[in-house]
């Protein structure tokens, strides 16, 4: 375990060795939560409900996504593909590591440094805004976390999907754009998914993304019933088990195509 | 010392690949989105041999030739197409951490250092990984630092070094767990003489002190001539000679060269009924001559060579192992 925890430690040193990129990124995601909860506010003035959305319950659901964002959706891996048609990856496959661990550490010690930064920003806003929030109870904090578990394993799996097309091609971006346009609608990013008509929620409910955070927010404000948390939990574990099993079986048929070019 | 029992052995070894064909062209980039052909390039082809512990072997070969293939594969970064390879008993595909702690892949033009960071990070990660315990750690960090003298820029970013001193602290990184197989493709490629030199000691004497295996493939015909006895030729995936460095000339070589001094002017053409002319120089006051001659024949000609011209100085070399490889590649492929 002492080889993950030091690869841990220097996935953060690396992380931090440019303070400017740093800065100016932390900066950006700061900005886009500030713009969000300007524009909210500014439309919550003239009215008490925007989507059958409350204004504490709007602004919950900006915080929540602002986290889900950094915990769930940034990745380390979004190069992946490059790393494996360049043949970079060779240097972690000779060594006696874990391929999938090696990944996940790099994976979960950038979104632990997000997570630091958040909870910063998070604070900062929280002083501006001041604004009222909708609280949790214990048990759907504890969902809520296990959830949020699911969703980065989701993410991860498809990250590691994604990076497979490096063996075959090296043209991942494609593919790789197309799932991040797909991200925007429905995962929830840009806007609340109750907005879209009901034949299209349908659809997207049976899609992997909204359980990238979507529905993490949905539950938090408490917008779920208990038929619905069992339901999206089903769905979420069958997505998490079936984009594993799918990796596995791509990497393992990958590395056998592997041809380390030029390194 | 040399062990009896091969630490490598590979057998009939293939590795296959396909890769797409394009016409040249903008018109080929059309095509080339509709219909695509597909070409396969036998990288190695049916390759075997096997190496005892403490072995020093080359691999010789042009570009292409299928060198890094076949050490990729010893490596288990490839999956071989057709055949059997074992190193150190294991099959290296497997890629079982108890063999991967035992053998070290350097390749000279990509590097396994953090970039960003300062070398000393990796060194600690790579003690992490190998499971290195801290007092041996201790010990070889500081054989390895001292020998290639390196103390004064491990704190500093990897980019920031030179090529030369990225080298070193790559070849410090591989070694940290004392690998009994070692693994170096173009070890020295980009260094100076005096650092090729430098790099090429020090793996002598690592493998003096550990008994290590070593593979080493080099375009410097130097680092193989001084470090290895063994030299295994590969050309287009086949492998064309296996045995002693010295034993390339006695097989290869056609001609011996002979170097002549006249003690009176002499005319290219007294020359060169002798053999073929390959230096020939006068500047009044000497007179100098490189013939090359068949081998059975270099005996007769030199005695030859004395009685009929006026020679001051007579010597009869082998050709460089340079040359009779270049020789070798040259008629194969004309």
């Known amino acids: 375990m002492r080889k993950y925890w030091q690869l841990f430690l220097l996935s953060w040193q690396n992380g931090l060795v440019y303070r400017l990129s740093l800065l100016l990124w932390r900066l950006r995601q700061f900005l886009s939560t500030v713009m969000a909860m ?58 006696p590591l874990n391929l999938f661990a090696y990944l996940g550490i790099q994976d979960v010690a950038d979104k632990a440094k997000n997570f630091i930064f958040v909870l910063i920003e998070s604070a900062l806003i929280f002083m501006i805004f001041k604004p009222e929030l909708v609280l949790p109870n214990l048990t759907i904090t504890i969902i809520f976390l296990v959830w949020l578990l699911g969703g980065m394993l989701l993410n991860f799996w498809i990250s590691l999907l994604f990076g497979a097309i490096g063996f075959w091609s090296p043209q991942s971006w494609g593919p790789r754009f197309l799932f991040f346009m797909m991200v925007d609608f429905t995962a929830g990013k840009l806007f609340p998914l109750d907005i879209l008509p009901q034949a299209v929620r349908a659809i997207v409910a049976l899609t992997p993304f909204p359980y990238l955070s979507y529905y993490q927010t949905q539950l938090v404000l408490g917008r779920l019933d208990t038929a619905g948390v069992i339901q999206h939990s089903f769905i979420l574990l069958l997505w998490v088990v079936v984009s594993g099993c799918c990796c596995i079986w791509l990497w393992k048929r990958g590395l056998q195509d592997y041809s380390a070019a030029g390194q | 010392m040399h062990n009896l029992d091969p630490i490598i052995s590979v057998s009939h070894l293939k590795k296959y690949f396909k890769v797409y064909k394009k016409e040249p062209g903008l018109l080929g980039s059309f095509k080339s989105l509709f219909n695509r052909t597909y070409e396969e390039v036998k990288a190695v082809d049916d390759i075997s041999f096997t190496i005892n512990q403490g072995e020093v072997v080359g691999f010789i070969g042009q570009n292409g030739a299928g060198k890094t293939t076949t050490l990729k594969i010893l ?260």
Not at chain 2, 119 to 130: D, P, S
Not at chain 2, 138 to 146: A, F, H
Not at chain 2, 274 to 290: I, R
Request: net charge neutral; hydrophobic share 45%; proline share 3%.
């Open chain 1, 38 to 95: 300007t524009i909210w506010t500014v439309v919550f003035t003239s009215q008490q409900t925007a989507f059958g959305y409350s204004q504490a319950q709007m602004i919950t659901y900006i915080f929540t996504i602002s986290i889900l964002q950094s915990l769930v959706l940034a990745s380390v891996l979004n190069g992946l593909s490059g790393e494996v048609y360049s043949g970079a990856l060779s240097k972690e496959l000779v060594k």
């Open chain 2, 75 to 334: 490596s288990g970064l490839l999956y071989p197409s057709e055949g059997e390879v074992s190193v150190l008993g294991y099959n290296p595909w497997d890629r079982k951490a108890v063999f991967q702690k035992q053998f070290a892949l350097v390749m000279g033009q990509k590097n396994q250092l953090w970039w960003d960071l300062p070398a000393m990070e990796t060194f600690l990660l790579n003690k992490a990984i190998y499971e290195i315990p801290d007092a041996p750690f201790k010990k070889t960090l500081d054989s390895l630092v001292e020998l290639l003298g390196v103390q004064e820029i491990l704190k500093i970013q990897v980019r920031k070094l030179s090529l030369g001193q990225r080298m070193k602290c790559e070849l410090i990184a591989a070694l940290l767990h004392n690998p009994k197989v070692l693994f170096l493709d173009e070890p020295t490629i980009g260094l100076d003489v005096v650092m090729q030199k430098a790099l090429r000691d020090f793996i002598k004497d690592y493998n003096k002190e550990f008994n290590a295996t070593i593979i080493l493939t080099s375009h410097y015909m130097d680092d193989v001539k001084e470090l290895c006895e063994r030299a295994i030729i590969i050309d287009s995936g086949h492998k064309i000679f296996d045995g002693q460095l010295q034993d390339i000339i006695d097989k290869y070589a056609r001609n011996k060269i002979l170097s002549l001094v006249f003690s009176q002017a002499v005319t290219k053409k007294d020359i060169a009924r002798f053999g073929e002319v390959k230096e020939y120089s006068e500047d009044g006051s000497h007179f100098t001559a490189t013939i090359t001659v068949p081998r059975k024949e270099a005996t007769k000609v030199a005695s030859n060579l004395l009685k009929l011209l006026p020679v001051e100085d007579l010597n009869i070399q082998e050709p460089s192992i340079e040359a009779v490889i270049r020789e070798v590649f040259q008629t194969k492929n004309a």
